[in-house]
């Protein structure tokens, strides 16, 4: 749920300020989600800010790569 949660608001951002098209917000999405990396075992606040930070940095590549 964290890389669907952070792709979205990262393409809703995006779409928002004019650098995807409101169709390519799924595309960011799908891409996210086949990418995502391996999710580690999530049991702190911690864990949780360190995955984040590696999924929200892999979605604005994707992100990056399709406004290209």
């Not at 792709?7 to 990418?35: D, G, P, R, S, W």
């Amino acid at each position: 749920l964290i890389t669907l949660n952070i792709a979205n608001e990262l393409a809703v951002i995006a779409f928002l300020n004019y650098k995807i098209k409101y169709l390519q917000i799924a595309e960011v999405i799908h891409q996210a989600l086949e990418k995502q990396p391996y999710t580690p075992e999530i049991n702190d606040i911690t864990n949780i800010i360190e995955y984040s930070q590696v999924v929200e940095r892999m979605v604005q590549q994707i992100i990056v790569k399709i406004t290209s």
